[in-house]
């Protein structure tokens, strides 16, 4: 299993110095090369992870790896289903439940078709 590592996008903003250059604003969506690799993403608790659907037709699903909270608790959010060409946003601000022991957070896509792309604030 190789885990596709996505680095955040750092939103600028609002009070950006000077003109952002052309692109520079840009957020790139990226997945795995299979599925089952899923993606993982350093948290800091200011991420919002965008997900996204580019299947013409079809729903697909993300699932997302929790772990156990100081009480033991584990609560994976599994299949959620995206529709044909839609987004999903999911905010990781609290991070208890969900950060791995390698201090990113995971996600699986349930075909290529879905992609990911991590805001940073």
Request: proline share 4%; no cysteine.
């Amino acid at each position: 299993m190789a885990r596709l590592t996505v680095v955040p996008a750092v939103v600028v903003g609002p009070y950006a110095t000077g003109q952002p250059a052309a692109d520079s604003l840009d957020i790139v969506f990226t997945g795995p090369a299979t599925a089952s690799d899923g993606i993982g993403f350093a948290a800091t608790g200011r991420e919002i992870l965008l997900v996204r659907n580019i299947h013409a037709t079809l729903a697909q699903t993300v699932t997302f790896t929790s772990v156990a909270d100081p009480q033991g608790r584990t609560q994976d959010v599994t299949a959620y289903s995206i529709g044909a060409g839609e987004f999903a946003a999911f905010n990781f601000s609290q991070m208890v439940g969900w950060v791995q022991s390698t201090g990113q957070i995971f996600a699986v896509g349930s075909t290529t078709d879905i992609k990911f792309a991590v805001l940073r604030y």
